[in-house]
């Protein structure tokens, strides 16, 4: 007896206890969080290192906790570059990531390295849109359902189809040109909506209560028919769309899909500035919050990036040049990607490294492929490849007024919006009459077919004469461009190559500033907004 009645009063006393904590309704949430372009950043902003220490501090107090990403990852610094993504796999699978999937440049290292990749990350990647055309199979698996806190959640991949020409688009093809590699798109966006569907209605079939699109699809600068709000109008049965890819922070937009239903859209930034938090109610609701302060850090992770780091260091310390004053891919006052859709001192100083370094007539720069400022004081090996982190190689062709005016008008089509392939140039002014809608025509895969309607860049002076429209130029840049056909740019296939391949842009950059330049950057690239090669009238 005296047995039973300890045993029934520590009951009680379990009960009371029990009764007597503070009552959270947190202790039934799932916690989603989520980052996206984070571009080798393992370190800035708030850093993996204190992203671990969120997760791991959240599940310590009891909450069931996932952690996706919605890709571009492993470029955009040297880290990655050198190699070739590996090093950031090697974090993220420290930092234990649920949920991965490709952004365009997770392919920036070619196919091969894409599918090592893919197999290094103990997550793995999910797309439920690229396709192998060949085979007409999904080399990803689409999407995952994860059971936790008693629910089944399902996680649905997609990846932009402006993959084919945002990152190299020869990467896709095979050596005839051919496309042997796609993302379900087209000129309506239709297919890929109606793939995304047949993905949600299977994930909902195997038991999906919730279910989540992790997409690298954008808003701002994305073309609007793949962008994130027509994925949400064009489908049913999502309950959010996990975004990136157009680097914009917002913890909350709404759409309403084909049956009426708001749904979320989320996106955190780039490089780490802030973490996603989408909190799943035990109800059903979200609430979707973006996190910037967080105190504590896992110094398991530090260590590890630290050893990542010291590989290569000596190499990335070389001291380049120097330059009293930031050399500038963003307006300094909103930190907007100004390269994008207006005249920087960085653009006019890379597109004055490859005329002159390439010798040519002009040199053309797509904005894209200038990525973090440069800092006034000594310029390192690593300053340059944390500027230009794609490893591309120059080139340059022989081609008509005709096809430069193309692509300086394709260049500015999405203007005041960003624009990749928004043109940095050398040898060239022009303006741009943005009174004028664009009249750009794309082909299903978003590259240029033509002009159809009035020319929005006007006054184009080719060193100090008017653009003559029937006469050859010689044109410097990337071979990303001006071979591959980069960011749509295809106006420039059939034109005579002249050099490709010779030397790298990061190098061509180096060598202007050392021998063309004495190692100092001049007081003429000072003005962050660039030395009025490019006007515009709004």
């Given amino acids: 007896m005296a047995h039973y009645a300890r045993h029934t009063l520590f009951t009680l006393l379990v009960m009371l206890f029990t009764l007597c904590m503070p009552f959270t309704a947190l202790a039934e949430d799932i916690i989603i969080l989520h980052t996206n372009d984070i571009h ?26 996932l952690m996706v990403d919605a890709g571009d990852c492993v470029q955009g610094a040297p880290i990655g570059k050198l190699s070739k993504g590996e090093a950031v796999v090697r974090v993220m699978n420290a930092v234990k990531y649920d949920f991965l999937i490709p952004g365009n440049h ?33 080399p990803l698996a689409p999407s995952k359902i994860i059971k936790i806190g008693g629910k089944k959640l399902g996680f649905i991949g997609v990846t932009t189809p402006q993959t084919l020409n945002t990152s190299t688009p020869k990467f896709f093809q095979d050596e005839k040109g051919n496309y042997i590699y796609g993302f379900f798109e087209d000129e309506t966006g239709e ?13 909902r079939k195997d038991g999906a209560e919730h279910v989540f699109i992790v997409g690298h699809l954008g808003m701002d600068g994305s073309i609007p028919r793949w962008a994130s709000p027509a994925i949400a109008r064009n489908t049913r049965g999502l309950d959010a769309i996990i975004d990136g890819h157009s680097h914009e922070q917002y913890a909350a937009r709404y759409e309403k899909d084909l049956d009426g239903k708001e749904i979320l859209i989320t996106q955190t930034g780039t490089k780490v500035q802030t973490v996603g938090k989408l909190v799943l109610k035990d109800d059903g609701s979200l609430v979707s919050t973006l996190e910037t302060d967080l105190k504590n850090s896992d110094k398991k992770i530090e260590k590890l990036i ?40 960085m653009g006019d100083l890379v597109a004055d490294a490859f005329k002159n370094v390439l010798d040519t007539d002009v040199a053309i720069v797509n904005g894209g492929s200038l990525r973090n400022n440069i800092k006034a004081g000594v310029i390192t ?31 500015a089509s999405n203007y005041p919006e960003e624009r990749g392939n928004f043109m940095q140039v050398s040898g060239i002014t022009y303006t741009i009459d943005s009174r004028i809608p664009s009249s750009v025509q794309l082909d299903a895969k978003g590259n ?28 410097g ?48 690239y000072e003005a962050w907004d660039g030395q009025k090669r490019i006007t515009i009238i709004k």
């Fill in 40 to 65: 080798c950043g393992i370190l800035d902003n708030i850093g993996f290192p204190r992203l671990s220490q969120y997760k791991k501090d959240l599940q310590k107090a009891g909450h069931k906790v």
């Fill in 106 to 138: 997770e392919f920036d290292y070619g196919m091969d390295q894409f599918f090592k990749l893919a197999k290094l990350q103990k997550s793995k990647y999910h797309s439920c849109n690229f396709i192998d055309l060949r085979t007409n199979t999904l």
């Fill in 191 to 203: 297919k890929l909506y109606a793939q995304i569907q047949r993905t949600i209605d299977q994930v």
């Fill in 306 to 345: 630290e050893k990542e780091n010291k590989k290569y260091e000596p190499l990335l310390k070389q001291p380049v040049g120097e330059t009293a004053f930031d050399i500038r891919s963003d307006n300094p006052v909103d930190k907007v990607r100004r390269v994008r859709n207006g005249e920087t001192n």
């Fill in 381 to 411: 090996y690593a300053s340059l490849l944390e500027a230009f982190p794609f490893g591309n190689m120059c080139a340059a062709v022989e081609c008509s007024g005709q096809v430069l005016l193309d692509a300086l008008e394709f260049g």
């Fill in 448 to 475: 240029f077919v033509k002009v159809d309607g009035e020319y929005r860049v006007k006054n184009v002076m080719v060193n100090g004469k008017p653009l003559d429209l029937k006469a050859n130029y010689t044109v």
């Fill in 477 to 524: 840049g990337s071979n990303y461009v001006l071979k591959n056909g980069g960011d749509g740019n295809v106006m420039f296939k059939g034109c005579k190559l002249l050099q490709d391949g010779q030397i790298s842009d990061v190098d061509a950059i180096m060598e202007y500033i050392q021998n063309h330049l004495n190692a100092k950057i001049p007081a003429e």
